[in-house]
């Protein structure tokens, strides 16, 4: 008789509720979480509801999750959904909770599609998509697109669908100052922008 395969995938566990006072953020959690994350998550949870739980170890730490139990927290629930992850040693719980925050690294936005979505949802979304915020990316697009004396190297026909970004961490903001206009003239460079 043939026994089943072990799946490529690992289950999800079973979502439960627990409450937002006895969960943990984890001491150790790398990614660092403004104020304005929290908020903008808060918008979320009210407009949409959860739609992801908490990833959190048998002791109650949160694993991956801790924006979202800040901001259930903020807003005063007192319970949250969660999935308690099993079978993960205590460094496979650190890579994951890093590695659960990284995926974003390797992602760009296609600003002329990022740009119609924004216009289009606006009028509706304007708070949850911290709107606000997205003006000066917005901005940066449309003046892009209205320059008329931008002249691209003759193998370069359209810079914002096949460019390639980089990013640059210094230890200070006088030093990123400094560096800024070395970065822009490099060959190819099309952008510098700055992060804090």
């Known amino acids: 008789m043939a026994t089943n395969p072990k799946p490529a995938v690992a289950a999800l566990g079973t979502v439960t509720l627990a409450a937002a006072k006895d969960l ?63 079978g993960l040693t205590e460094q496979e719980v650190e890579a994951y909770r890093i590695a659960d925050n990284r995926t974003h690294d390797f992602t760009t936005w296609d600003l ?27 901005a940066d697009f449309e003046n892009m697109q209205n320059e008329t004396d931008l002249e691209l190297p003759d193998d370069v026909d359209n810079t914002l669908d096949r460019s390639f970004e980089v990013t640059v961490c210094f230890n200070s903001k006088k030093e990123a100052l400094a560096a800024e206009q070395t970065l822009i003239d490099l060959p190819g460079a099309t952008d510098v922008r700055h992060k804090l």
């Open 24 to 86: 943990r953020l984890a001491d150790d959690n790398p990614r660092k979480i403004s104020d304005r994350a929290v908020d903008v998550v808060a918008l979320s949870l009210q407009r949409f509801g959860w739609q992801q739980p908490l990833v959190i170890d048998g002791d109650n730490a949160v694993i991956a999750g801790h924006t979202r139990l800040l901001a259930a927290r903020k807003l005063g629930l007192t319970d949250v959904p969660v999935v308690t992850a099993s």
């Open 112 to 138: 002329p599609l990022l740009v119609e979505q924004l216009d289009a949802l606006a009028p509706d979304f304007a708070d949850v998509l911290a709107l606000a915020d997205w003006e000066t990316i917005v």
